[in-house]
C-alpha cells in the first residue's frame, strides 16, 4: 500500500509506513471516516472501502516537474535577491526556519474524486501556498505528496525569519479555509485543512543550483524537528518548537502544549501552538510592554518634535524625518514623543511598512486607516462599513467621493467601486484623493500626527499618498 504522507509503496501487510512511519489506514470515501487498514465497509456508515491498487497509473510529479512548478510561481524580484546571495552562502552556516505544510485528507479525497481531479485540485492548492510563501520571502524548496518544504532565512538571509514563517502559516490557513469553503458549495467534497509544523534552527548550506534550489551539507535536528511538528499538529493548526517560540514571543498568541515525545529526540520537546497575532507587531512593542530603560540622549531630538506639535496647533503643519543606524533609538523617541502628547487633544495615527510588505499596494496606508476608524482584525465587512461612514460623518466628508475608495483600501466586498467606471490611474487618484480629504478635515476637529515607521520599506502606492499629504498639509493641522 502506498503512504499517503510520503508516497513510499509499503507491503500489503504494513501497518505503518516502513519509510517514514506513518500510520497506513483507510478514509471512507462517502464520510471521511478514518477506518483500520484491512476494513472493507467504513465503521461509521458502511460505505464500500476500495483500495486503490498499486498499479495504477500514478500522477505524482517527477523531480523535474515539481521544479518546474515551484520556478513557475517565483517573483522575479524574488529570483534576483536570490541569486545576489549565491556566492555568499554556499558553505555557511545559517539559523533558518522550516516550515513543513501538509493538507489533511488527500488519500480520502483521491477515493472521492479519483487521481485525476485530486491533482488537478493540488494544483490550485500548491498555488496558494507557494504564494503565500513567497508574499513573505520565504522559498519553497520541496513539493511532497500534498504539501511543501519552505525555508526562511536562506537562500535569502532574514533578520525576522521565525515571525515571517509564522504569518505565512496563518495567511495559508486563511487561504485553504476559503478555497475549502468554495470547494464545498461547487463540488461538495470534505472540507481541505493544512498541518503546518515550523522550527528555527542552524543548518550548514550546501550549494544553490541554478534551480535556486538549496541543498544542506548539514542539516541536523532542524528539518527534522519542523517535520515532526507537522505531524504533531492537527487538521487546520501550526506547531512551532520552543526555539520558534523564544524568537517569537510576544508578537503572537500562544497555547503551550507542553512536552511531548517525538521521534529520534531522546528528550522530549516543548511545542506550542499558533494562536493569531498579538496587537504587538515589533520587538519595540513587546519590549515596551515589559518595561524600558530610562530615556536618556534624545531630550533634543523631543523637543524639536514637541516644538513642531505647538506649531501644527497653530495651523502651520510640520513634517519630520527621524533618520539614524538601526538601533540607536528611533522607534523609542517615537514612543516617547507619543507620550509626551498623551493628554493633548490630537488623534495619533501610526502605520507600519514592513520588509515584506513592499509587494502589498497601500499597506502603511490602512494601517493608519484602520486606526483611525478603530477597526479590528477579524471584523465583519459590515462592521467595517459601518464604522467607516460613521467617521466620514464626523468628519463631515460626503461618501460618494471617498466611501468606495476607503473601502476598497480595507478590502471589503461590495465597496462599489466596480460600478464606477473609470482607468486604473483615475482608480489610484481618486483612493489618493479620498486619504487626502479625510486627513484634512480631520485636522479640523483636532490635530492629527501621523507617523510612518520604517519608510524605506514603503511601497509605491504609498509613497504617492505621502507626497499628496506633504502637499497638502501647509496650513492645516497636520504633522507628519
Known amino acids: 500500500m502506498k503512504c499517503p504522507k510520503c508516497q513510499f509503496e509499503n507491503s500489503e501487510d504494513a501497518k505503518f509506513c516502513n519509510e517514514c512511519g506513518n500510520k497506513l489506514e483507510i478514509a471512507c470515501p462517502s464520510c471521511s471516516k478514518i477506518n483500520p487498514l484491512n476494513s472493507k465497509f467504513c465503521n461509521e456508515c458502511g460505505h464500500k472501502i476500495t483500495v486503490i491498487s498499486p498499479d495504477q497509473p500514478s500522477k505524482e510529479l517527477s523531480f523535474d516537474e515539481k521544479l518546474a512548478k515551484i520556478q513557475r510561481y517565483l517573483p522575479k524580484d524574488l529570483t534576483q535577491k536570490i541569486l545576489a546571495?549565491?556566492?555568499?552562502?554556499?558553505?555557511?552556516?545559517?539559523q533558518v526556519t522550516v516550515m513543513f505544510c501538509d493538507m489533511e485528507g488527500f488519500t480520502s479525497l483521491t477515493e472521492k474524486l479519483g487521481s485525476e481531479e485530486t491533482y488537478s485540485l493540488m494544483d490550485e492548492v500548491y498555488e496558494i501556498l507557494i504564494h503565500k510563501v513567497h508574499d513573505y520571502e520565504g522559498t519553497v524548496?520541496?513539493?511532497?505528496?500534498?504539501?511543501?518544504?519552505?525555508?526562511?532565512?536562506?537562500?535569502?538571509?532574514?533578520?525576522?525569519?521565525?515571525?515571517?514563517?509564522?504569518?505565512?502559516?496563518?495567511?495559508?490557513?486563511?487561504?485553504i479555509n476559503k478555497f475549502s469553503k468554495q470547494l464545498k458549495?461547487?463540488?461538495?467534497?470534505?472540507?481541505?485543512?493544512?498541518?503546518?509544523?515550523?522550527?528555527?534552527?542552524?543548518?550548514?548550506?550546501?550549494?544553490?543550483?541554478?534551480?535556486?534550489?538549496?541543498?544542506?551539507?548539514?542539516?541536523?535536528?532542524?528539518?527534522?524537528?519542523?517535520?515532526?511538528?507537522?505531524?504533531?499538529?492537527?487538521?487546520?493548526?501550526?506547531?512551532?518548537?520552543?526555539e520558534t517560540f523564544k524568537l517569537t514571543e510576544g508578537l503572537f498568541r500562544f497555547?503551550?502544549?507542553?512536552?511531548?515525545?517525538?521521534?529520534?529526540?531522546?528528550?522530549?520537546?516543548?511545542?506550542?501552538?499558533v494562536i493569531a497575532p498579538s496587537t504587538r507587531r515589533t520587538r519595540f512593542e513587546v519590549s515596551a510592554e515589559r518595561g524600558l530603560t530610562p530615556f536618556v540622549g534624545r531630550d533634543r531630538e523631543l523637543e524639536l518634535l514637541l516644538d513642531g506639535f505647538e506649531r501644527v496647533k497653530a495651523g502651520k503643519g510640520q513634517a519630520f524625518s527621524i533618520v539614524s543606524e538601526a538601533g540607536v533609538g528611533k522607534s523609542r523617541l517615537l514612543y516617547e514623543f507619543r507620550k509626551a502628547v498623551a493628554n493633548e487633544d490630537v488623534t495619533f495615527l501610526e502605520g507600519r511598512c514592513l520588509s515584506y510588505g513592499r509587494s502589498v499596494a497601500y499597506h502603511p496606508v490602512i494601517d493608519v486607516l484602520k486606526s483611525n476608524f478603530d477597526i479590528h482584525e477579524g471584523e465583519r465587512d459590515q462592521e467595517i462599513r459601518g464604522k467607516v461612514k460613521k467617521g466620514l460623518e464626523l468628519i463631515g466628508v460626503d461618501e460618494p467621493s471617498t466611501l468606495p475608495y476607503l473601502l476598497e483600501l480595507l478590502s471589503v466586498k461590495d465597496s462599489g467601486i466596480d460600478q464606477i467606471s473609470m482607468s486604473p490611474e483615475a482608480k489610484k487618484d481618486r483612493i489618493i484623493e479620498a486619504c487626502r480629504k479625510i486627513v484634512l478635515k480631520g485636522s479640523e476637529i483636532r490635530p492629527l500626527i501621523i507617523a510612518f515607521e520604517d519608510l524605506h520599506w514603503l511601497d509605491k502606492s504609498s509613497e504617492d499618498v505621502l507626497k499628496s499629504h506633504l502637499e497638502s498639509i501647509p496650513g492645516s493641522r497636520v504633522l507628519l
Do not use: C, W
Open 85 to 94: 546571495q549565491r556566492d555568499r552562502i554556499e558553505g555557511e552556516r545559517k
Open 141 to 175: 524548496n520541496e513539493l511532497t505528496g500534498d504539501g511543501i518544504m519552505a525555508l526562511f532565512g536562506a537562500p535569502i538571509a532574514l533578520e525576522d525569519a521565525p515571525q515571517r514563517a509564522i504569518r505565512s502559516a496563518l495567511a495559508i490557513h486563511r487561504e
Open 185 to 242: 458549495s461547487e463540488k461538495r467534497i470534505p472540507s481541505i485543512k493544512m498541518r503546518i509544523g515550523i522550527h528555527t534552527g542552524p543548518v550548514v548550506v550546501g550549494t544553490l543550483g541554478n534551480d535556486l534550489r538549496v541543498e544542506f551539507k548539514a542539516v541536523g535536528d532542524t528539518v527534522n524537528l519542523a517535520s515532526r511538528m507537522e505531524g504533531l499538529a492537527e487538521p487546520g493548526t501550526t506547531y512551532v518548537t520552543e
Open 255 to 273: 497555547e503551550s502544549l507542553g512536552e511531548k515525545l517525538v521521534k529520534g529526540k531522546e528528550e522530549p520537546v516543548k511545542v506550542y501552538q
